[in-house]
């Protein structure tokens, strides 16, 4: 029995000072095996209860408390173990990787909508809210649509009138939109008038690109069609138009000019905006500066999609959008609005 208890004893010491000897991280595997040393199914407390059997069964109840306080002992100073290298391990890790809070925070950039767009949505806002919706159409086009129909038959001078891009070449009768007004003819066609719409979109023309020229840029096409639209209402939409993009002392006038598809035709000028009309580069020193071409549309277009000249009447208007943000913004190059560059972009 004292024996016994002595080998318990023992047993609890060297069990401790095993345990003890374990502080480093890599002995994680150690501890393990220390546990099943010990404490396993074939461990030295298993062996101990089995040498149970030949114990006086008076003696029994004490042994069984030293078995117990053993293993309680053992299991407690095990756990501490484990958590003790569990937080080294821990703080091993944050060591490697730690942050330096005070360095500055890295920028996000922002996207923003295109200045182009922006001025197109702002258009479209003063008109649509005028009554007049929103239509569109293909930038691949046929000549029946970006000319024929608009009044502007095959081999007509007039077709100068717009440098055009054919897909293929010049017998090819697909061609890139020279302009936003095949969408007149697209539009009339599907539907009985009243037809009052907006076309904004992009058109191609073959141009020498320089500081006011590009071969890619956008228009805000305008079509009223209905009983009785006379000149008089179209003067009073542009005019309109303008102020509230340009502000209320704008000046506007109406020039008389040529399109195949509206007459009379008419060119909007704006008194500059730059200088206020005092006359500057960006006017010729003119004080006026062109944003429009209009004009009634002219009955042998509604020849084309079967409406009655004689009941129907209507105006109709192209603008240039770049134009519009070149004078809205004091931009000076064209070419800006597609070059794409951040620093350009980011200023509206
Ligand atoms: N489509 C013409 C152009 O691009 C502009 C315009 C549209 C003129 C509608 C009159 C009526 O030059």
Known sequence: MDDLKNKIKSLK?????????????SQLKELDRLRIKYMGRKGAIQSIMKGLKSVDPKDRPLIGRLVNSFKSEFGAKYEEKREEL????????????????????????????????????????????????????????????????????????????????????????????????????????????????IVPGRVYRNEAIDASHHA???????????????????????????????????????????FPFTEPSAEVDISCVMCSGKGCAVCKYTGWVEILGCGMVDPAVYRYVNYDPEIYSGYAFGLGV???????????????????DVRFLEQF
Request: net charge negative; aromatic share 12%.
């Open 13 to 25: 010491e060297e069990a401790f000072s095993d345990l003890n000897r374990v502080d480093q991280l």
């Open 216 to 258: 890619v840029f956008y228009q805000v096409e305008g079509l009223y069609v209905d009983n009785n639209v006379t000149f008089r209402d179209l003067k009073g939409v542009l005019s309109y138009f303008s102020r509230q993009m340009f502000g209320d002392n704008l000046l506007v006038r109406f020039r008389p000019s040529f």
């Open 322 to 340: 770049e134009r519009i943000a070149m004078l809205r913004y004091q931009i000076n190059d064209i070419r800006l609005f597609l070059d794409n």
């Open 86 to 197: 569990r937080q080294r391990a821990e703080q091993e890790r944050l060591g490697k990787e730690w942050i330096d809070v005070t360095l500055p925070g890295v920028r996000q950039r922002s996207g923003k909508i295109h200045i182009i767009q922006q001025t197109l949505d702002e258009i479209s806002s003063i008109f649509k809210g005028l009554g007049f919706s929103v239509a569109d159409g293909p930038e691949i086009e046929s000549d029946y649509y970006n000319f024929d129909a608009l009044n502007i038959p095959k081999d007509h001078p007039a077709r100068d009138m717009w440098d055009t891009f054919y897909i293929d070449d010049q017998t090819d009768r697909t061609v890139l939109r020279t302009h936003t007004s095949p969408v007149q003819i697209r539009t009339m066609e599907r539907r009985q008038p009243p037809v009052r719409i």
